[in-house]
């Protein structure tokens, strides 16, 4: 299903396009991945996992009263990622078994969603929906 989120700490509350793979024909296709390329993720040093994460992080470092923490609101971080971009990166970077960049691919390129009783195949880059765990957790390398 393709359903919005408001953003309400943005003037207006715009909506943040969702669409969910739950049910969709890749669904446990994007689980198995998800499992499979994890590994990789967590090799990264930058990777964050999550904000409890980034406090046990942040606390081990030796801050300055002059540092400054800085925070950036990136628009449209991953409705647009050019999908063979994405997969050269993490080819080039990690070399994972062609059967797993193959299968990502399909899963990527193979998204549908239902809009108003309407169904509909994205033909444009992803919203990467089928693999948001995967690649929150790989987005530092793309």
Do not use: M
């Not at 990789?40 to 606390?59: C, D, L, M, P, R």
């Amino acid at each position: 299903k393709l359903y919005g989120l408001p953003k309400i700490h943005k003037e207006g509350t715009p909506l943040r396009p969702i669409v969910s793979s739950i049910g969709s024909p890749v669904q446990n296709l994007a689980k198995f991945l998800a499992k499979q390329l994890q590994p990789y993720a967590e090799s990264i040093t930058s990777h964050v996992q999550n904000s409890f994460h980034f406090i046990e992080i942040i606390k081990k470092q030796n801050l300055q009263p002059n540092d400054l923490l800085v925070s950036f609101d990136v628009i449209s971080l991953f409705t647009q990622i050019p999908i063979k971009e994405a997969l050269t990166a993490i080819q080039n970077k990690y070399n994972p078994p062609k059967h797993i960049l193959d299968l990502t691919n399909h899963c990527l390129t193979n998204t549908y969603f239902i809009h108003n009783g309407q169904r509909y195949k994205q033909i444009h880059p992803s919203h990467l929906s089928s693999l948001t765990y995967t690649w929150n957790t790989l987005k530092p390398t793309l």
